[in-house]
């Protein structure tokens, strides 16, 4: 079955270091993936998406990910991170499904900017 | 742009009882969904509705009824509302099928 798994529930990391989320998904076929960001007691809003083509994505505030279909992953990058990247980060992907398409998604991971 | 509107923003009801949330998006887009968010959970699908009057079950639709009444709007009813529930209501729309646009969402308590 389809499922994206994102192995850290939480992550760490100092204003100004460098971040990685990680992100596996299992999926038949070429997959549409995405990154979506939760800020406190907002909606989502989309961070980057990948469609079959080049597997680097650049997202919106210097977020970028890399498609490696040998290792099923998606994982999503930063190279300085800034206090205001605070958030739930989701990892998604897109299935076929009654003539239209469902995201399904990862559990999220909570990144947390220390001074 | 467009935006997607939410209300009511906090929902507080009491056990058994049947309650509402609404959807309204202005991006003219063909489908809406909504999930439910729970704290340290994934986005769970509960409906979907590819076109005005068109409804379609997702993993979590038991307990839930939705109705698109126009393109534009889409409702959500809490059949019988759990006590001590709580959970975040989310609703989304799209135009091409991939990316989707969500609202600020819904806060449910139950008491």
């Known amino acids: 079955a389809q499922s994206v798994t994102q192995p850290d529930a939480r992550v760490t990391v100092s204003e100004g270091a460098s971040l990685q989320l990680r992100c596996k998904y299992s999926y038949f076929g070429t997959p549409y993936l995405f990154w979506y960001v939760q800020y406190p007691r907002q909606g989502l809003q989309l961070l980057l998406k990948y469609y079959p083509g080049d597997p680097v994505v650049q997202g919106v505030n210097g977020f970028e990910a890399e498609f490696s279909k040998s290792n099923s992953s998606f994982h999503l990058r930063k190279a300085s991170v800034h206090w205001s990247d605070w958030a739930v980060y989701f990892c998604a992907v897109s299935l076929a499904s009654s003539g239209s398409w469902q995201l399904i998604f990862g559990s999220g991971t909570q990144l947390t900017v220390m001074p | 742009g467009g935006i997607i509107t939410q209300t009511p923003k906090f929902l507080i009801g009491q056990e058994g009882q049947k309650l509402t949330l609404k959807c309204q998006q202005n991006?003219?887009?063909?489908?809406m969904y909504w999930y439910r968010q729970d704290s340290g959970k994934g986005l769970r699908l509960i409906y979907y509705?590819?076109?005005?009057?068109?409804?379609q079950k997702g993993d979590l639709s038991e307990g839930y009824d939705a109705s698109r009444e126009k393109k534009s709007s889409f409702s959500l009813t809490v059949t019988s509302a759990q006590k001590n529930e709580m959970a975040v209501f989310l609703c989304a729309s799209t135009r091409d099928n991939y990316e989707q646009y969500f609202g600020p969402g819904t806060r449910l308590t139950v008491l």
């Open positions: 509705s590819i076109t005005e009057n068109d409804l």
């Open positions: 991006f003219n887009h063909d489908t």
